[in-house]
C-alpha cells in the first residue's frame, strides 16, 4: 500500500470514515442452465417479502438442535423492517421442529449465520427461515455451510450502497458458459425505486474466474433491493458463485 495515495477501501478499512462500513455478500446457486436462475442456494427465482412478517426457521437436520445436536445450535438474522430500519434476532434451533420468530416485522433479510455448534462446528442439514406457511423460503444456510450464500441485499434506512467490486465463477467443466447479471429495482435515470429490476452490470464467464473493479463505485440508495443472477445458453454451468 502506498503510504502518500490509498484506495477508499483502504480508507474505510483504516477506519479513517467512521460512517462507511465494508459489505461482503456471497452467493451460490448449483445446476444453473437454460433458464435464468438468481444466485442463492435454494435455486430458482428469489422472491422478496411482499410485507413485513413474522417468519419460522427450521432445519433438514435433526443435529441441527441446540446444546444436543452436532451440527447448528443457534443462527442470527439481520434483518430490515418494512421502514427498512436495521434489526437482528438470535434463533435457538430445534431441528426439524420449526421454531417462529419473535419478531413480526421482517421484511428483508440481509445475512443469516449461525453463531453456536455443536462438535460439527456448522449445519447439519439446509437451515431454511421462511414465511409461516413454509413457503417461500427467504434464506437459507446450506448443509454443512455457517452462513447464506445469497448474492441480495437491500439498503438499510440512512444509508447508501456503493458496489466497489465484483468476482463471478463459473465451474462446469465441460466448457459451458455462464451470463451473470447484476440488478436492482432503482432506476438512476429518474432517481427513484421502481418495482422493476434494471440491469447493472453483466458479464459472460465460461469455467473460469473474473473480478470486475469499479474505478467509478456503483451507487443505489436506501430500499434498493439488489440481487444477481445467471443463465447458462448451453446449459450445464454445475456451480456459480458471486
Known amino acids: 500500500m502506498n503510504a502518500d495515495v490509498i484506495s477508499m477501501g483502504e480508507a474505510i478499512a483504516l477506519g479513517l470514515f467512521p460512517s462507511a462500513i465494508p459489505i461482503s455478500k456471497m452467493g451460490a446457486v448449483s445446476g444453473v442452465e437454460a ?13 422478496f417479502p411482499a410485507a413485513a412478517q413474522q417468519m419460522e426457521v427450521v432445519s433438514s437436520s435433526a443435529q441441527d438442535t441446540k446444546t444436543t445436536g452436532s451440527g447448528a445450535w443457534t443462527v442470527k438474522i439481520w434483518y430490515l423492517d418494512s421502514q427498512f430500519r436495521e434489526k437482528t434476532e438470535t434463533i435457538n434451533l430445534n431441528g426439524t421442529n420449526v421454531v417462529p420468530t419473535v419478531a413480526t416485522d421482517i421484511y428483508r433479510i440481509n445475512n443469516f449465520w449461525v453463531m453456536t455448534a455443536g462438535s460439527g462446528g456448522k449445519a447439519a442439514g439446509n437451515i431454511d427461515i421462511r414465511n409461516l406457511a413454509d413457503t417461500p423460503i427467504y434464506s437459507r444456510i446450506a448443509v454443512n455451510q455457517t452462513r447464506a450464500r445469497n448474492a441480495m441485499y437491500t439498503v438499510p434506512y440512512g444509508k447508501k450502497y456503493y458496489i466497489w467490486q465484483i468476482t463471478y465463477a463459473s465451474s462446469s467443466g465441460t466448457s459451458k458458459d455462464a451470463r451473470f447479471t447484476l440488478r436492482a429495482n432503482y432506476n438512476n435515470m429518474d432517481n427513484a425505486l421502481s418495482t422493476l429490476f434494471y440491469p447493472y452490470s453483466e458479464i459472460g464467464v465460461q469455467d473460469s474466474t473474473f473480478t470486475i473493479p469499479y474505478e467509478i463505485p456503483m451507487k443505489f440508495p436506501a430500499g434498493t433491493d439488489i440481487k444477481v443472477s445467471v443463465i447458462s445458453a448451453s446449459g450445464a454451468a454445475a456451480i456459480c458463485t458471486v
Open 35 to 47: 433458464t435464468e436462475v438468481d444466485i442463492w442456494s435454494v435455486g430458482g427465482t428469489y422472491v
